[in-house]
T-cell receptor, first 113, second 113 residues
């Protein structure tokens, strides 16, 4: 158990819909990262937040957005969902910035039908 | 830009045999390198990391990796495979000031009894 929690574990929805994935980092961790794992794209970095502020952006679609709240939990919002958005979405957290170990949550498996 | 290439999407070894999983990196600045393991239906767990200290890095579960700058490699080894090592292994790179992890495509390790 990494100490990072993600909800829900599984999500099934239809094209065009909007979903919110939630992540609670390890106690004391200030940085949160979101990654997407799909069969065709592999593991890709989406976005990083540090202490409530966006710190880095990767291959995140404009239909996707994220935020980190004052209690440091984070949410990833996916809208206008397409079949190709079906994937495993991981959240990871680290103590601060810099080369700290990133601890991964168990992921949320999203299926868009 | 930084990238990682993992040679061999599937590797099979006999129980008790040497495990060798290959990783080559490309980075325009000194890299930090990581190996993560993913067991079925779980998140990623850090095995070991190289952050410019000793070039031979020892990790959990008997794994180790050696950073070779001249070969731009960071191969993962374990002297004697165990059935519990069956999983998918990911090599990843990041660098100072850019903490996002760039992952390779993964290597699925199968252990033959």
């Amino acid at each position: 158990d990494s100490g990072v929690t993600q909800t829900p574990k599984h999500l099934i929805t239809a094209t065009g819909q909007r979903v919110t994935l939630r992540c609670s980092p390890r106690s004391g961790d200030l940085s949160v990262y979101w990654y997407q794992q799909s069969l065709d794209q592999g593991l890709q970095f989406l976005i990083q937040y540090y202490n409530g502020e966006e710190r880095a952006k990767g291959n995140i679609l404009e239909r996707f957005s994220a935020q980190q709240f004052p209690d440091l939990h984070s949410e990833l919002n996916l809208s206008s969902l397409e079949l190709g958005d079906s994937a495993l979405y991981f959240c990871a957290s680290s103590r601060t910035t810099g080369i700290e170990t990133q601890y991964f949550g168990p992921g949320t498996r999203l299926l868009v039908l | 830009a930084q990238s990682v290439t993992q040679l061999g999407s599937h590797v099979s070894v006999s129980e008790g045999a040497l495990v060798l999983l290959r990783c080559n990196y490309s980075s325009s600045v000194p890299p930090y390198l990581f190996w993560y393991v993913q067991y079925p239906n779980q998140g990623l767990q850090l095995l070991l990391k190289y952050t410019s200290a000793a070039t031979l890095v020892k990790g959990i579960n008997g794994f180790e990796a050696e950073f070779k700058k001249s070969e731009t490699s960071f191969h993962l080894t374990k002297p004697s495979a165990h059935m519990s090592d069956a999983a998918e292994y990911f090599c990843a790179v990041s660098n100072f000031g850019n903490e996002k992890l760039t992952f390779g495509t993964g290597t699925r390790l199968t252990i033959i009894p």
